[in-house]
């Protein structure tokens, strides 16, 4: 079974300049998350989805992030423009549906982004 | 005061001696609290969870929940070289609504040949 797909893996961009990511969650998994980790820290909840629903997005940066999940099923995350201080690992992560328990949290490889 | 609190390190040991790894925690309505590993460039894949308070085993691993101190640990045994990474606490809190993961900074475990 694949596990969270994302792309692209590494992204260098100029400040002010937009960014996307994309992330496919693992097949029938409902809930589907956005965090970011800056360096020697942990991950931090950018938003959460149950379906096509944002039922999370607290602390979403929302002048410049935005986030969509058509269809329930792909994921993607825009930064428009970006800043110095948005560089960081964007990791995507799933769950099963009703599924509260960090027990079955997936998470892909993340989208390195560096803002020079 | 960070939701959820670790000593970033670097811990370090010598092979075969056992690691412990601590968090602490806010004083909020939680539920579940889990350690993550995480390799350098790599993303953070589970360890243990713990719902209870006392002492629960997988392994080598042993994970241990105090609610009144709102204090949980990881004791790793026979610590290998294979086993330096970084060590994150995560919680679920439910007094927010936010079913989410709510990770410390993580703790460097270095484990000497």
């Known amino acids: 079974e694949a596990g969270v797909v994302q792309s692209p893996r590494y992204k260098i961009i100029e400040k002010k300049q937009p960014v996307a990511f994309w992330c496919n969650p693992i097949s029938g998994h409902n809930t589907l998350y956005w965090y970011r980790q800056n360096l020697g820290q942990g991950p931090e909840l950018l938003i959460r989805?149950?379906?096509?629903?944002?039922?999370?997005d607290s602390q979403l940066p929302k002048d410049r992030f935005s986030a969509e999940r058509l269809k329930g099923v792909d994921s993607t995350l825009k930064i428009q423009p970006a800043e110095l201080g948005d560089s960081a690992v964007y990791l995507c992560a799933s769950s099963p549906r009703g599924q509260t328990s960090g027990n079955t949290i997936y998470f892909g490889e993340g989208s390195w982004l560096t803002v020079v | 005061q960070k939701e959820v609190e670790q000593n970033s390190g670097p811990l370090s040991v010598p092979e075969g001696a056992i690691a412990s790894l601590n968090c602490t925690y806010s004083d909020r309505v939680s539920q579940s609290f889990f350690w993550y590993r995480q390799y350098s460039g790599k993303s953070p894949e589970l360890i243990m969870s713990?719902?209870?308070?006392g002492d629960k085993e997988d392994g080598r691993f042993t994970a241990q929940l105090n609610k009144a101190s709102q204090y949980v640990s990881l004791l790793i045994r026979d610590s290998q070289p294979s086993d330096s990474a970084t060590y994150l606490c995560?919680?679920?809190?439910?007094?927010?609504?936010?079913?989410?993961?709510?990770f410390g900074s993580g703790t460097r475990l270095q484990v000497q040949p």
């Open positions: 995560a919680v679920i809190f439910m007094d927010t609504g936010r079913r989410a993961l709510t």
């Open positions: 989805y149950e379906n096509e629903e944002a039922v999370d």
């Open positions: 713990i719902y209870s308070n």
